[in-house]
Antibody, heavy 117, light 109 residues
């Protein structure tokens, strides 16, 4: 079955960067995009961007441009989200989701990133 | 920046019917498309229920249906079950960016 398995929780200092992985299985990785969404404690989700599984093309909302980098490794069917210049406002659960046909049908389990001094 | 508005909370009786709505801020209506609806339980990732306004995934219970009502995206639950209690989020594609609503906390009481 289709699965997305994310890396584990991280604790980072302000100003640092974090890289979260999302390993896909059960489908042809290159045929789908991967979207990234984060959710701060007690808040609603927030879209962080999208990467095309085939050619690596990315799209970021203006809020995250310059601070988020999405990449993928087709040889391992893994997508990555790197967020730099972390502040306490970046404390959140980060989700990846399989993207196709203007929807996300399968979600990773989420990765908690805590930013604290 | 488009803002997407949902009812903050709704309460429904078991077996009843409830409609949740999702609307972009004034002026952005024509630039927002492809509504999706998600259900989220505490400590879990979202589950996508409806996409592109009214399309269901294979796991979406039949009692959930999506539509457009008066220009707003809508999610209707008919014959509500206790397990439907949770948070519901919509998302719209507005000018190339996905924008989530603030969510509706649905209580089944």
């Amino acid at each position: 079955q289709v699965r997305l398995v994310q890396s584990g929780s991280e604790v980072k200092r302000p100003g640092a960067s974090v890289k979260v992985s999302c390993k896909a299985s059960g489908y042809i990785f290159r045929n789908y995009g991967i979207g990234w969404v984060r959710q701060a404690p007690g808040q609603g989700p927030e879209w962080m961007g999208w990467i095309n599984g085939r050619d690596g093309h990315t799209n970021y909302p203006q809020k995250f441009q310059g601070r988020v980098t999405l990449t993928r490794d087709t040889s391992t069917s893994t997508a990555y989200m790197e967020l730099s210049s972390l502040t306490s406002d970046d404390t959140a659960v980060y989700f990846c989701a399989r993207d196709y046909d203007f929807t996300w049908d399968t979600w990773g389990q989420g990765a908690l990133v805590t930013v604290s001094s | 920046q488009t803002v997407v508005t949902q009812e903050p909370s709704l309460t429904v009786s078991p077996g009843g019917t409830v409609t949740l709505t999702c609307a972009p801020s004034t002026g952005a209506t024509t630039n927002c498309h492809y509504p999706n609806w998600f259900q989220q339980k505490p400590g879990q990732p979202p589950t996508t229920l409806v996409y592109r306004t009214n399309n269901k995934h294979s796991w979406t219970p039949a009692r959930f249906s999506g539509s457009l009502l008066g220009g707003k995206a809508a999610l209707t639950l008919s014959g509500v079950q206790p397990e439907d209690e949770g948070d519901y989020y919509c998302v719209l594609l507005c000018d190339g960016d996905w924008v989530f609503g603030g969510g509706t906390k649905l209580t089944v009481l």
